[in-house]
């Protein structure tokens, strides 16, 4: 894949935290595959002015939505915030599902899988979202509850779904599909996060010297 532009839509309220660990790996590309690049994060707003996100840190989008052909894209990426039962994001989940059907990573975790809910796209897919029955009361209209599974992050395809709870699951799924590590990198690096257990860094750093 590793066409090296990943999406990455940004708004008010964004939790930035929830994608702290993969969008420092996907641009640094310091674990990366021998030979393959970094990849460009390129900022999505629904219009190219200031957002600021639940963190405080103000990002000025590098694209607004509207202009965004998604050129190049290896996947778009929808952080959790606090208005994904709005019609704001409307644009953004009709964008997301046109990626699907292209054959494009769309990958949402905590709130933004209420709006891929509301647009009906968990309706006939594995995924997960914080909570079912708070899925349930919230989307009234969610019909997936027989695809819902309980576990921290859900890949089906070239979708990806995960709990708030759950941001360092939610990078591992984005980076097997991608398929930026080798599969011993991806399992030391998560491992090393996941225990904190120091001698995995060695690991680490051995799984990518080949």
């Known amino acids: 894949m590793n066409q090296n532009n990943v999406y990455l839509y940004v708004f008010d309220t964004m939790a930035d935290w929830e994608i702290g660990y993969l969008i ?3 641009n640094s590309g310091r674990y990366y595959r021998k030979g393959l690049e970094p990849s460009k994060i390129v900022t999505v707003g629904t219009q190219k002015t200031p957002v600021v996100t639940m963190g405080g840190l103000k990002i000025l989008p590098d694209v607004a939505l509207d202009g965004c052909g998604f050129e190049n894209a290896d996947a778009l990426i929808l952080p959790g915030g606090d208005t ?3 019609g704001v994001h409307d644009p953004v989940l009709s964008r997301a599902e046109q990626c699907l059907e292209k054959g494009i990573i769309v990958a949402a975790i ?3 899988t209420f709006g891929l ?3 009906g ?3 006939s897919r594995p995924h997960t979202s914080n909570d079912l029955e708070y899925l349930k009361m919230i989307c009234p209209n969610y019909g997936g509850e027989q695809y819902y599974e309980q576990a921290p992050a859900v890949t089906d395809g070239k979708l990806i779904t995960a709990s708030v709870t759950a941001p360092l699951e939610f990078s591992a799924h984005v980076l097997k599909a991608l398929d930026v590590f080798s599969s011993k990198t991806l399992e030391a690096w ?4 996941h225990t904190q257990q120091s001698h995995l860094f060695y690991e680490l750093m051995n799984s990518i010297q080949y």
């Open 117 to 119: 809910a509301r647009k």
């Open 121 to 123: 796209l968990l309706d």
């Open 110 to 112: 905590c709130g933004a």
């Open 84 to 86: 994904w039962t709005e």
């Open 24 to 26: 420092a790996e996907l």
């Open 190 to 193: 998560y491992n090393l996060y």
